[in-house]
């Protein structure tokens, strides 16, 4: 049984930083593109970054230059490095796992970060 877990979220400051966290379980994290979404209160759900297997890194314009995305495959963990945070980037952050050789997707519940003085 696939399993992510977050964790690490949590209250920071304007200007702040914060790393979260994913656990994977139940999977092997080398067949997956990992990714950060987050979902906004009365938003939908939006794209935060993502991470091949081979290192490959994307991310969203509101985030690039601001956070970094990592992955540690032999620890099945994935990782994201926040700084500058604004307040705009309060949101519930989850994390995805898309299998590389077929449309499956795993999903984490998420971990709530507020960005706030």
């Known amino acids: 049984q696939a399993q992510l877990v977050e964790t690490g979220g949590g209250l920071v400051q304007p200007g702040g930083s914060l790393k979260i966290y994913c656990e994977a379980s139940?999977?092997?994290?080398?067949?997956?593109?990992m990714a950060w979404y987050r979902q906004a209160p009365g938003k939908q759900r939006e794209l935060v970054a993502s991470?091949?297997?081979?290192?490959?890194?994307n991310y969203a314009d509101s985030v690039r230059g601001r956070f970094t995305i990592s992955r540690d495959n032999a620890k099945n963990t994935l990782a994201l490095q926040m700084n500058s945070l604004k307040p705009e980037d309060t949101a519930v952050y989850h994390c995805?796992?898309?299998?590389?050789?077929?449309?499956?997707?795993?999903w984490g519940k998420g971990t709530l970060v507020t960005v706030s003085s």
């Open positions: 991470i091949t297997n081979g290192g490959t890194t």
């Open positions: 139940g999977i092997t994290l080398r067949f997956y593109t």
């Open positions: 995805n796992a898309h299998y590389v050789f077929a449309d499956r997707d795993y």
